[in-house]
């Protein structure tokens, strides 16, 4: 059974940096990645991970966020950097089998989520 557990979120002023973290079992080799949602907003996906270790991000957080996995520690992260008001959201950490590991199917095709992480940004 997949389990996935999201921590790290918190509260920043814009510019400032947060790593989220998720731990993760029974998801080996999966698409990993990460999506966010914003009150009155749809989902939106803002990196993924493949099990060759490409990567992808939106156009919005590009340079700034950061996706890794640790497969020795079970652990996927999340680096902002350069955060901005409009990066305040739940993020949640995914996992999915048979899909194309892409930022912007993370948030739809993913067959496994967790609780989710808040991070809020100030100005």
């Known amino acids: 059974q997949v389990q996935l557990v999201e921590s790290g979120g918190g509260s920043v002023q814009a510019g400032g940096s947060l790593r989220l973290s998720c731990a993760v079992s029974?998801?080996?080799?999966?698409?990993m990645g990460w999506f966010r949602q914003a009150p009155g907003k749809p989902r939106e996906g803002v990196a993924s991970i493949d099990t060759d270790g490409v990567t992808s991000y939106p156009p919005s957080v590009v340079g700034r966020f950061t996706i890794s996995l640790d497969n020795a520690k079970k652990t996927l992260y999340l680096q902002m950097a350069s955060l901005k008001p409009e990066d305040t959201a739940m993020y949640y950490c995914?996992?999915?089998?048979?899909?194309?590991?892409?930022?912007?199917?993370?948030?739809?095709?993913?067959?496994?989520w967790g609780k989710g992480t808040q991070v809020t940004i100030s100005s």
């Open positions: 995914a996992a999915g089998r048979d899909m194309v590991c892409r930022w912007y199917n993370i948030k739809s095709d993913a067959d496994y």
């Open positions: 029974g998801a080996t080799n999966y698409c």
